[in-house]
């Protein structure tokens, strides 16, 4: 009997196959078809490795006190101990944490904080609230119909194109071509609410870096002239790009900064939006129609927010840092046999993910190499998912040089079968 289930971005006439996940462990997915090795941290989530025994404590402690509460009129001590231990690690000048439960939720908040930010502030000095979003070309930011609205526009939202907002797009500031974004958004900034980018890295658009200088400048353009900096730190947060948060690098305060999938290390669905006392206190008044009208039923919930607690616990106990510096290292060890490959090109690392293009005459994120890759792979035993010729290595933290070995070695036999 076929499965009711309809999977996340899959094409069920081309995948029929589901190999059944039974346990994780360290980067390792046991299912029926044999084991696979999380070379994609899960979608990018799992940072310590999965089942962390901390993480599993947490989980099942919280479990056996509390399941969940509405986080209106209440609240509990997991969700104030994490507000607090991000608070103290995040970029200076964040100052309030809300909750919420996926990364496209917290970019939803993040968009309806910079909105509400400008509808009651220019609503009491009586001038036009600014309301319009800028946003890089190739972005990602969510699947929700708001999310998908700065995201880069394709194959992927066509069916949804009349109930996107506009946006105005500003191009990737690619090698060469960083001066043209930082003049168009020179312009552009001085009447928009805010500026929304993936720091240092478009994942979903194929893992395109851009240097922190480049950051930086965006950040200082937005404030000269007043547009909010919205950085969407849902993949990069965590350690993924070398540091902390990828904004660390390039010495920028966001307003206001997104975070989820690393936010549990990865075991629970959590996202946070971090803003600043400015974007608050704009909606603090005794006039409830400036409250900032946004909830889900499980806001905070409290297994996920002790789960998010413990992680918090090991980035301050366990060298996490190194372990992230270390597994940079094995990886630009293990590109450099692709670096002078004639069938790769764009070969890139940052911080923990490495990328780079097979060469085929389809590129592009419907390349049909794609889904043949990835079936490659899992046949061997990786769990690797191509963003079409884009092939990208992500695994969680812990991942030791022999198993990083497997990942490459699988690599280069698909380059030898498909080029
Ligand atoms: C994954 C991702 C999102 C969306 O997160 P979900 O939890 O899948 O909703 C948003 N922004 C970025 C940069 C992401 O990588």
């Known amino acids: 009997m076929s499965s009711p289930v309809w999977h996340p971005f899959t094409q069920h006439a081309l995948t029929t196959e589901f190999p059944l996940v039974s346990r994780g462990e360290g980067v390792w997915l046991e299912t029926d078809k044999g084991r696979l090795l999380d070379a994609i941290s899960s979608w990018w989530v799992i940072t310590h490795g999965h089942r962390h025994p901390k993480i599993v404590a947490a989980i099942k402690a919280q479990a056996d006190q509390l399941d969940q509460a509405i986080f209106a009129n209440l609240t509990h001590q997991p969700a104030e101990d994490v507000a607090r231990g991000l608070i103290e690690i995040a970029p200076r000048g964040l100052a309030h944490v809300f909750y919420s439960d996926s990364g496209s939720t917290a970019v939803e908040v993040a968009l309806k904080m910079a909105l509400g930010f400008w509808k009651n502030t220019e609503s009491k000095r009586g001038g036009k609230p600014r309301t319009k979003i800028i946003a890089l070309e190739h972005a990602y930011h969510g699947d929700t119909v708001g999310t998908m609205s700065p995201g880069a526009r394709g194959v992927f939202t066509a069916a949804y194109a009349p109930f996107l907002f506009d946006v105005v797009r500003l191009p990737f500031p690619a090698a060469g071509r960083e001066q043209e974004t930082l003049d168009q958004l020179k312009v552009a900034a001085k009447e928009a609410a805010a500026l929304i980018v993936e720091p240092l890295i478009l994942g979903s658009g194929g893992m395109l870096m851009y240097p922190p200088e480049v950051l930086r400048a965006m950040a200082i353009i937005c404030r000269r002239n007043g547009a909010l900096f919205i950085a969407d730190e849902v993949m990069t947060g965590f350690g993924r790009t070398g540091t902390l948060f990828a904004c660390n690098q390039a010495g920028v305060s966001p307003d206001i900064m997104c975070l989820s999938k690393g936010l549990t290390g990865g075991s629970l669905p959590l996202a946070v939006t971090l803003c600043t006392r400015e974007i608050f206190d704009a909606h603090y008044s005794e006039d409830r129609s400036r409250t900032f009208f946004h909830s889900s039923s499980f806001t905070a919930n409290p297994i996920a927010c002790a789960t998010?607690?413990?992680?918090?616990?090991?980035?301050?106990?366990?060298?996490?840092?190194?372990?992230?510096?270390?597994?940079?290292?094995?990886?630009?060890e293990r590109l450099a046999r692709f670096r002078?490959?004639?069938?790769?090109?764009?070969?890139?690392?940052?911080?923990?993910?490495?990328?780079?293009?097979?060469?085929?005459?389809?590129?592009?994120?419907?390349?049909?190499?794609?889904?043949?890759?990835?079936?490659?792979?899992?046949?061997?035993?990786?769990?690797?998912?191509?963003?079409?010729?884009?092939i990208y290595v992500m695994p969680p933290y812990g991942i030791t040089a022999a198993e990083l070995d497997l990942v490459y070695d699988a690599i280069a036999a698909a380059a030898a079968k498909f080029v």
Do not use: C
Not at 308 to 332: D, K, S
Not at 377 to 384: A, I, N, S, Y
């Open 308 to 332: 998010a607690r413990a992680n918090l616990e090991i980035w301050r106990t366990e060298p996490v840092l190194e372990r992230i510096a270390a597994l940079g290292a094995m990886q630009e």
């Open 340 to 390: 002078g490959d004639p069938r790769f090109a764009n070969v890139r690392r940052l911080g923990t993910i490495a990328a780079l293009d097979l060469k085929v005459a389809d590129p592009g994120y419907l390349s049909g190499i794609g889904l043949r890759l990835m079936e490659f792979f899992m046949e061997r035993g990786v769990l690797l998912r191509p963003l079409g010729n884009t």
